[in-house]
């Protein structure tokens, strides 16, 4: 294996936190800023305002025009974009090394110099209204966000990032500011970068438009949300559609560096691809649905591990029978040790795989900042996924799959009384 690549840390006088990853043979670069916060820092009366805010911000500036912050990065073959999570929010250019510059001057104009005009917000009232509305059409983007609803409930987790009509609706000019000045200043922010440079280019850039004053006094907030106490919801959502869309899941662990490697191998091997157990003995075997996977969501207080299918109302029974079937039978049994070579080889190759582009780097040890505050090298991790033993996979999985606590949403064409035949027991 090759050399340890070191991530270069460091923090400017202002307080915001300075991340790079050299990767010296490579002719693109990703450079993102990251917010140390999320929708889950929001009031009950600002829901939906980091999302909003993030669309704000691709609006016009004290130098340019939304056109021209688009234009110079397409112009140069470049991808401009951002995205609003629940613990962080975050905006990022990939493009050619030679752009460097370019990248660092937008992603300042446009964190650092927004205007907020009256038009705009209107504007982007409308954008965001026919994002909901995308999501209220698309039933397998619906699912997701109505389980997590029925899960956490009143609970900010239980939110949906994008807000809601009403709060939408109800964003001002002089709200949207307020909100901006409360969250997005350096000593919150993490600047990412990985590409062929040299750290003392990234330190130079970062100095040269990155060096606002942090407002005296102001620190990032602690948040912590109590993880919500239900442990199982059954719900549905009627739609006249031709699938029956599935969300189950159980609750899950909290975030931690070792909760995500064991339960991210766990997930491999249960729903993790055409080899999966979920695929090769739902769709290959019994011919249930087109697409079904696993994933695991891990928060700060908090997790889920979840399962996403489709199918015809007709089979939705026997789809979840099978899947808790197989639940059952993990938590009895556990897995083999040829199940869990595999999905060490499985994931550490797609680590390797996605460690090529400059943008994942990036991506990662951004994340690493904000989620556990240190580097875990591509070795490191390496070395955590061979270090998991069969005992270990096996003793998780049955902490995990207690089938007394289950969440079960689905949206589909099914009435009250088909879909409370579907076998789901509770208990507990």
């Known amino acids: 294996m090759a050399s340890v690549i070191e991530c270069k840390r460091t923090f400017l006088p202002n307080g915001l936190t300075v991340l790079f990853q050299p990767m010296k043979h490579a002719s693109s670069m990703g450079v993102g800023v990251f917010l140390k916060q999320g929708s889950l820092a929001e009031t009950n009366s600002e829901h939906g305002y980091f999302h909003f805010l993030e669309h704000m911000l691709f609006k016009d500036t ?10 110079s990065i397409e112009r140069v073959g470049g991808i401009l974009n951002g995205s609003t999570g629940r613990e962080y929010t975050q905006y990022y250019v990939v493009a050619i090394k030679d752009q460097a510059e370019l990248a660092f001057e937008i992603l300042s104009d446009m964190l650092f110099r927004p205007l907020f005009r009256k038009e705009d917000i209107k504007t ?29 409930g009143k609970s900010p987790y239980g939110r949906d990032i994008i807000g809601t009509k009403k709060s939408v609706t109800g964003v001002s000019e002089k709200s949207i500011r307020s909100f901006f000045e409360k969250h997005y200043f350096p000593k919150n922010m993490v600047i990412s970068v990985s590409g062929n440079f040299t750290w003392e280019k990234i330190l130079d850039l970062t100095n040269k438009y990155f060096s606002f004053e942090n407002p005296k006094g102001k620190h990032p907030t602690e948040l912590i949300i109590p993880a919500p106490k239900k442990h199982y919801s059954k719900h549905l959502e009627r739609r006249k559609i031709e699938q029956f869309h599935i969300m189950l899941g159980v609750n899950g662990n909290k975030r931690d560096y070792r909760t995500v490697t064991v339960t991210q191998l766990i997930s491999t091997i249960l729903g993790g691809g055409m080899a999966s157990r979920l695929f090769q003995n739902i769709r ?17 207080t908090t997790g889920l591990f979840s399962i996403s299918s489709a199918t015809s109302k007709e089979k939705a029974a026997r789809c979840v029978e099978l899947i808790l079937k197989e639940l059952e039978s993990i938590a009895k049994n556990g897995f083999s040790k040829s199940e869990l070579a595999d999905a060490k080889s499985n994931q550490m190759g797609s680590i390797a795989i996605g460690y090529e582009l400059p943008e994942n780097r990036m991506n990662n040890i951004g994340l690493q900042e904000i989620y556990y505050g240190k580097y875990f090298s591509l070795e490191d991790r390496m070395k955590s996924i061979k270090s998991v033993t069969l ?28 879909f409370s035949k579907i076998p789901v027991q509770f208990g507990g």
């Open 62 to 71: 004290e130098t340019r025009t939304s056109k021209e912050i688009a234009e």
């Open 284 to 300: 290959e075997k019994e011919g249930l649905c087109y697409s079904i996977y696993s994933f695991p969501s891990y928060y700060k």
């Open 124 to 152: 982007e009232k409308g954008v965001i209204m026919e994002e909901m509305r995308s999501y209220e059409d698309a039933p397998d983007d619906f699912v997701y966000d109505y389980y997590f609803r029925n899960i956490f």
């Open 391 to 418: 005992e270990e996979i096996n003793e998780t999985a049955k902490q995990l799959f207690d089938l007394k606590k289950v969440h079960l949403s689905c949206v589909g064409d099914m009435s009250e009384s088909q």
